[in-house]
């Protein structure tokens, strides 16, 4: 099993253009998550998917959309890159969500993001 | 909302010497709590958790962390460490079983050999 995968690795970008970043995991998990990772800041969610068909804000949406193409694969959209995007992004999956406790999250390789 | 703390930003040891980095959070109810470790260049990978239970937990590669209530506070220890222990380290924690995960900024490691 490869777990959770990304593409690209690293993009770079000029402002205001727009790009999608790919998720896909092989563990057969209903939920997926969306994280950037800043210096100093440990990793904040952007949105998450509970379960295919379902998509929800984290806590830094602004500038990101995010569509849940099926059970595996989750992608996050720049639609008009801004310097302040620049930074690492990581998807992660988990089992379902919901009532009955937490669930650990295990995390892609990441995507390096610079936009200048 | 909750917050996590790492006051530790840069921890420089040499090898076999015995690490204790500090994880403290915000929320009072209950809580479920995990150290992730990101070694260069490659993803997070989860080291060690509590959930519930004896607050002493016992990870991967000769981690452990143990769960104080009173201090709301998850600290990872490990007795001896390696140069191969050179890495980030993140404590995150949630509360609710909407799963989201709230992490401290990260703790840098890195073991002299």
């Known amino acids: 099993n490869a777990g959770v995968t990304q593409t690209p690795k690293f993009q770079v970008l000029k402002t205001g253009q727009s790009m999608t970043l790919q998720c896909a995991q092989d563990?057969?998990?209903?939920?997926m998550y969306w994280y950037r990772q800043d210096p100093g800041m440990g990793l904040r969610l952007i949105y998450y998917?509970?379960?295919?068909?379902?998509?929800d804000k984290g806590e830094v949406p602004n500038g990101y959309n995010v569509s849940r193409l099926n059970k595996r694969e989750f992608s996050l959209r720049l639609e008009s890159a801004a310097p302040s995007q620049t930074s690492v992004y990581f998807c992660?999956?988990?089992?379902?969500?919901?009532?009955?406790?937490?669930?650990?999250?295990?995390f892609g390789p990441g995507t390096r993001l610079l936009v200048l | 909302a909750q917050s996590v703390s790492q006051h530790n930003h840069h921890v420089i040891l040499s090898e076999a010497a015995s690490l204790e980095l500090g994880c403290n959070y915000s929320?009072?109810?209950?809580?479920?709590l995990f150290w992730y470790v990101q070694y260069p260049g490659q993803h997070l990978q989860l080291l060690l958790k509590?959930?519930?239970?004896?607050?002493l937990v016992k990870g991967i590669k000769g981690f452990e962390a143990e769960f104080i209530k009173s201090k709301f506070s998850f600290n990872l220890r490990k007795p001896s460490v390696q140069w191969s222990d050179t890495a980030e380290y993140f404590c995150?924690?949630?509360?609710?079983?909407?799963?989201?995960?709230?992490f401290g900024g990260g703790t840098r490691l890195m073991v002299k050999p």
């Open positions: 998917s509970a379960s295919e068909g379902t998509t």
């Open positions: 929320y009072g109810g209950t809580v479920n």
């Open positions: 995150a924690v949630t509360h609710n079983a909407g799963n989201m995960l709230t």
């Open positions: 509590y959930f519930s239970g004896d607050p």
């Open positions: 992660a999956s988990s089992e379902a969500i919901g009532l009955g406790g937490v669930k650990t999250q295990y």
């Open positions: 563990m057969n998990h209903n939920s």
